[in-house]
């Protein structure tokens, strides 16, 4: 049975509020996801939370019970709150009425099949939690394997990047590596590194791609070194019509990813 | 010659610090844009802004001296201030050097020539001003004319969407109007309005789209409501392989833009 905690102070209160903080999250082992619909989806993939917390009026929802009760009958732990509680895990005013607590998988690039999809998305130090949120949530979209973090990233399991992919953090696997451990792994299989830079001269339509394919997207602000670029098996050029010299991070990747997918149909 | 301002209090730090909110905005008919880059690709668009704000370091910039002396040569008020008040008005601990405020431009469907672009994007009660900006930013690349805010939009004026923009704020035309306004205005003359819906049977891959094009982007949340799509010339629909339903509003944005301008090549 969930137990009734409304003291901010309870030792799991606690613990959940402090996973809006990286650190935190780095000991613990654990990240925030938020809303019945991505924990239903979370729970149609495969996983449950080890902390799940609710409204009374959370609880009522038929489908938030069934995933408090699968919490339950797998170890997990169930309270039931306040909104002034929940509102202050989430950092919302209007707080979602399920907040679960989930493990963080291992990262490491051991774990990434790449038999197991055509297209992964890799991006080099990409800084905005709501970018790489949306670029999870684009490679779901779109088929893709997962997403592969170079260098120093945002963290995927911060609440802003989970809350922006809209519950692929679940479906999408999740890796990261300094570059020159994800070339070498790269080069010990199957793959096509595809870059996009302004100074290539292919464009982006006429390229072809191969299974497996790896996009590249680099930093918001600096693009991709120079030296990144080089070790590209395809660089692609997507022409800018207007006076901007590059489009947002996360839209190079969805017209891309897209237009990689096509090419294949 | 600039003016040295270093008060708080001063009536030309009060009026650009209120401009990050929407009411004072209206009422002032300004908005903000800030960094050297976005004020010299104003000025290269033929905007330059009614006040100029900037630290001693931007004012030693020569692309910023440039852009200051033409705000001066066109009658515009030009304040040298302190980095503190420059941060208290972009909101941002590292603001920028320098801070402009502009015109809005009018927004009647009047002004928008169909026949200057092939391609126009809708948006429909678009929350998120981040969204927005994207949005412009991805027409200003794919070459559309501009962005057409239907019923109740974010401000495209406000600082997280000019930011977002990255200039096309001041490239792209802008206009806002209620659906049915809109619709008749569309009817006076030539367009395609092209829908994305869940429910099409239309892949987006294989539609026919036509000039000039007018892509029409729902609500984060609800999408298009279905009177709306039910006026679409064209309903098209982008698979999803994952396990979520839908693409972020900007993501879709960008697919289906650079998806019709490449049918066209």
Known sequence: MPRQVSAFSNPTVKLLRSLRDKKARRAEGLFLAEGLRILTEARDSGRLPEIIAFSAEGARHPLAAEVIAATEAAGGDAIETTADILSKMSGKDN???????????????????????????????????????????????????????LDDCADPYSVEAVRASMGAIFTQDVAAAPWAEFLSWLRAGEGQLVGTSLKA?????????????????????????????????????????????????????????????????
């Open 95 to 149: 707080p979602q009425m399920v907040i679960g607590a989930y493990r963080q998988p291992e990262t490491s690039l051991g774990r990434i099949d790449r038999s197991k999809a055509p297209l992964w998305i890799a991006v080099q130090a990409l800084r905005d939690p709501g970018n790489l949120g949306t670029i999870l949530r684009t490679g779901d979209a779109v088929g893709a394997g997962g997403l592969i973090l």
């Open 201 to 265: 001269s292919q464009d982006y339509l006429e390229a072809e791609y191969q299974r497996p394919c790896f996009l590249l997207i680099g930093n918001e602000q600096q693009g991709l070194p120079a030296d990144y670029e080089a070790e590209c098996d395809l660089l692609v050029k997507i022409p800018m019509a207007g006076r901007a010299d590059s489009l947002n991070a996360a839209m190079a990747a969805a017209v891309m990813a897209f237009t990689i997918e096509a090419s294949w149909r």
